[in-house]
């Protein structure tokens, strides 16, 4: 596969079914890594991503990438959030708003040691909420990584995976009352990984994007980020 990058630099890219990049040559970019410079690792990282993504879409039958870093996948969820009746997200969605809005009332957690909270849901194919599985707080103790329920990843839920990922955040009064305003949230922060994504493949915005302010939270790390980098 050829990918032009942001620089007008060739790439030619091998992808594994599972999403492997299996070869990546270029000569205007040094071969290892620990030579390049963090400018030149954003490039590469993101033509690899586009490049999986272009496979994806060919071979749509494959795991090629996840759903949740296909922009596709992640309209998908924006349309499942949108389409859900408000009393059914009330229900699905009270305890993840409990953890953004108040961390420090599930054991161990603190609003200081709080980091991220993971909510997953599920799609179906006609882009219905099928499942929203019990979310989970990250959190740091004694310089440790932490999860409130350490095997809620592993539990199988049909469908296609999702996942709104929000900081410990406190509202303003009247701003994103639960249950309809932070459904509305909720969907823009949907928005917002679709912003991030599309940053995270080096590629603009579609036409006609909504207009999702830069700081609004949306993935936690893309390949623009260099804490990105540290599990590889």
């Not at 963090?38 to 879409?57: H, I, S």
């Not at 389409?83 to 809005?101: G, I, K």
């Not at 955040?169 to 701003?175: A, H, I, K, L, N």
């Amino acid at each position: 596969m050829l990918v032009i990058d942001d620089n007008g630099n060739e790439n030619r890219l091998t992808i594994e079914w599972d999403g492997t990049v299996r070869e990546h040559g270029t000569d205007d970019y040094p071969h290892k890594r620990e030579d390049r410079t963090f400018e030149q690792q954003v490039v590469m990282t993101q033509v690899e991503e586009r490049a999986k993504v272009a496979a994806q879409r060919e071979f749509p039958q494959e795991d090629i990438l996840e759903t949740e870093w296909m922009p596709e996948g992640v309209q998908r969820g924006v349309e499942a959030l949108q389409t859900l009746d408000v009393e059914r997200f009330a229900e699905d969605f009270e305890r993840c708003y409990d953890m953004v809005t108040h961390p420090e009332r599930f054991p161990g957690v603190t609003r200081k040691t709080a980091q991220i909270v993971w909510q997953p849901f599920y799609i179906d194919a006609s882009n219905t909420v099928n499942a929203v599985p019990e979310p989970v707080i990250q959190y740091k103790e004694r310089g440790e990584v932490k999860t409130t329920d350490p095997e809620s990843a592993m539990r199988g839920y049909g469908g296609d995976k999702l996942t709104i990922s929000l900081p410990p955040m406190v509202f303003d009064e009247g701003d994103y009352e639960f249950p309809d305003g932070f459904q509305v949230f909720c969907i823009e922060h949907m928005y917002a990984q679709l912003r991030d994504i599309y940053e995270h493949i080096g590629e603009t915005l579609p036409e006609g994007f909504p207009d999702i302010d830069d700081d609004f939270p949306g993935r936690p790390l893309t390949c623009v980020h260099r804490e990105y980098y540290e599990n590889f």
